[in-house]
């Protein structure tokens, strides 16, 4: 049982603030969740309702056997997740996504948690630190986390650790990148050339035609025009977009993050006019990153113009690029196991502002983050899902998986998974579809153990 007096106090009425919440009293643990609005307004919320969907009204995929966000969907259900059971209650027709009614979803959350006696709900903002009195507090106020708060954070580790601006590359997976065409080398043969992180790159090369029929798409694509509360977003002539370079000179990216120099393809012996480089972004090495291509292109532009370049023409990409404002942490750096801050273990962190990307992977950060706290509430060691599982991979990869020098936020997918080994009859490695259904299947089974200990440890 829970010591009397003891509870917990969540920071955002989001949804990683509310299915923190629901973990946390579910499992005995009284909570005090204190959301500022409508006291305090943001720019991007429209409502003062508890989970409010500020952009989409999707879930995206809701296939568990071969998609990942599916499998995390299928695991946030098998533990009890107040976030999935309201989105299926409010489901509308939108194919094989799980999609929602954003107002009856909602009202539907803010009935639950509202409802629920282990929960008070505090409508006033905490401006800066919580008070030092509160022994347990979880900060889940996404990405537009109020200034006094973010103030507060970045003061207390460190000016480079909190994030204001998001300049995102595409990441790719490194099973779809054609080989045959791409190789690897660091520029002169240098290891670890520029960041000392001893990483080769993959080099995609371009000749002279391929790379202006290139540079001209860049210049012709549609890109996505700022939300309001990004306008006042800066370019830094550090991460320009890499459209806005191609629209300085044709030769611009040649003579910048797509310059050859000191490379040569080993097929020909020849330097190319430009060469795409991508770094590997992920300590299991499936996942590589498009240096230097951060973009405002709209999403369907960006897999069109970059299946342009070759050995990228069947590439899959588990991220695409973009430029917004966004408030995150490094949290690599900044995070232990079990998302508590290095510099003051009282405070944890959930949602978006840890680094996730989507509605359902910063839901389920909450529901860990949750499960974690009411552990150490209880007197017990916080256990971590099994990395083999869809939340398992993803907490791994905000507190150590990803490379704190390049980190940015990363939606789940199936290259943040340990690999899988599976072969076929023949003796082949099992690939695509099959292989992601394998993956599914155990990490549905590595999950349930994890997913019953909440309902063990509240009897």
């Given at each position: ?9 969540i ?17 005995g643990?009284p ?85 629920h006696?282990?929960?008070?709900v ?9 008070p ?30 909190l ?27 240098k290891?670890?050339?520029?960041d000392?992180d ?17 540079v ?41 993050p ?10 020909t012996?020849?330097?190319p ?12 090495g499936t ?20 299946r ?14 973009g ?48 499960r ?12 971590i ?16 998986g ?31 579809r ?26």
């Amino acid at each position: 049982m829970v010591p009397p007096m003891k509870l917990v106090h969540i920071i955002g009425g989001g949804l990683a603030g509310c299915e923190a919440a629901w973990q946390l009293a579910e499992a005995g643990v009284p909570v005090v969740l204190h959301e500022m609005r409508p006291a305090r307004m943001t720019p991007a919320h429209q409502t003062e309702g508890l989970a409010e969907l500020v952009c989409s009204n999707s879930f995206r995929s809701d296939d568990a056997a071969h998609n990942a966000v599916g499998l995390l969907h299928a695991e946030m259900r098998l533990c009890g997740s107040v976030i999935l059971a309201c989105g299926d209650a409010h489901r509308v027709p939108a194919g094989s996504a799980l999609a929602v009614d954003r107002v009856g979803f909602s009202s539907a959350v803010e009935g639950r948690i509202t409802g629920h006696p282990l929960i008070t709900v505090d409508r006033t903002e905490i401006a800066g630190l919580p008070p030092e009195d509160w022994a347990s507090v979880i900060v889940a106020t996404g990405p537009l986390t109020s200034p006094a708060l973010s103030e507060a954070v970045r003061g207390l580790t460190g000016e480079d650790s909190l994030a204001f601006f998001d300049a995102i590359a595409p990441i790719v997976s490194r099973e779809s990148i054609d080989m045959d065409t791409a190789w690897f080398q660091s520029r002169y043969d240098k290891s670890g050339e520029g960041d000392g992180d001893g990483a080769d790159y993959i080099n995609c090369p371009l000749d002279k035609a391929q790379y202006e029929a290139f540079v001209t798409a860049l210049r012709e694509g549609e890109k996505t025009p700022f939300k309001d509360w990004e306008k006042d977003t800066p370019y830094f002539e550090g991460c320009l977009p890499i459209e806005v370079m191609a629209e300085r000179g044709m030769e611009t990216l040649a003579y910048g993050p797509m310059k050859p120099v000191g490379l040569r393809d080993p097929r020909t012996q020849q330097r190319p006019h430009a060469v795409v480089q991508l770094r590997q972004d992920n300590a299991l090495g499936t996942l590589f990153n498009m240096v230097g291509f951060q973009t405002k292109l709209k999403h369907g532009e960006q897999t069109r113009i970059f299946r342009m370049i070759p050995g990228l023409q069947s590439a899959e990409f588990v991220r695409l690029g973009g430029i917004h404002r966004n408030t995150f942490l490094n949290s690599p750096k900044l995070l232990d196991a079990t998302l508590r801050l290095k510099a003051q273990p009282r405070l944890r962190f959930a949602g978006q502002i840890t680094g996730c990307e989507g509605y359902v992977e910063s839901a389920a950060v909450g529901l860990m983050v949750g499960r974690f706290a009411a552990a150490e509430m209880r007197g017990e060691a916080p256990v971590i899902p099994p990395p083999t599982t869809a939340m398992g991979a993803l907490l791994a990869h905000i507190t150590g998986g990803a490379d704190a020098k390049t980190f940015q936020p990363m939606n789940v997918n199936f290259g943040l998974f340990p690999d899988l080994t599976a072969r076929d009859a023949r003796g082949r490695p099992i690939k695509g579809r099959d292989r992601k259904a394998l993956m599914a299947e155990r990490a549905l089974v590595d999950i349930r153990p994890w997913a019953a200990a909440l309902a063990n440890a509240a009897e």
